[in-house]
């Protein structure tokens, strides 16, 4: 299973970004890191280009929304119907909740949200969201 990965928008969390890639090798996924100050229409070609299952963005900033409001509109453009949309990070800046976020965010496109959530519980959820569109 292929996943494009990275940090998007002005974000620069290296550390983070590279840990999120371990990990996921870790899992036996292949990575297609594309590392920090990275655009959403940078993302979406690389989908393209790698035909990859997953797309993993992240973001620790909490500037998030402002870079990937615009997700289910370039969707609209290719055929991602198998590919998975997850983001995960600190999605929003100040004291935003889960509560308010994760539907926002689903509502731009992502299929898996998780907002200030350990690194693990949310490639559990990634695993378990694959096995059940397996099944």
């Excluded at 990275?38 to 993993?56: C, G, K, Q, S």
């Excluded at 290719?78 to 990070?89: A, K, S």
Aim: glycine share 10%; hydrophobic share 45%.
């Amino acid at each position: 299973m292929k996943v494009v990965t990275g940090v998007v928008g002005n974000d620069i969390h290296v550390v983070a970004n590279r840990l999120i890639e371990i990990s996921l090798q870790e899992r036996g996924f292949t990575v297609f890191n594309l590392g920090v100050n990275t655009y959403l229409e940078e993302f979406l070609d690389a989908l393209v280009e790698t035909r990859a299952d997953v797309l993993l963005i992240s973001s620790l900033n909490g500037e998030a929304e402002g870079w990937c409001r615009d997700l289910q509109y370039l969707k609209s453009s290719y055929d991602f119907d198998d590919v998975i949309f997850m983001i995960g990070g600190n999605l929003g800046v100040g004291e935003m909740d889960s509560e308010e976020l994760v539907p926002r965010f689903k509502g731009y496109g992502f299929d898996l949200v998780f907002h200030q959530v350990d690194l693990n519980e949310g490639l559990d959820a990634l695993e378990a969201l694959i096995a059940e569109r397996r099944s």
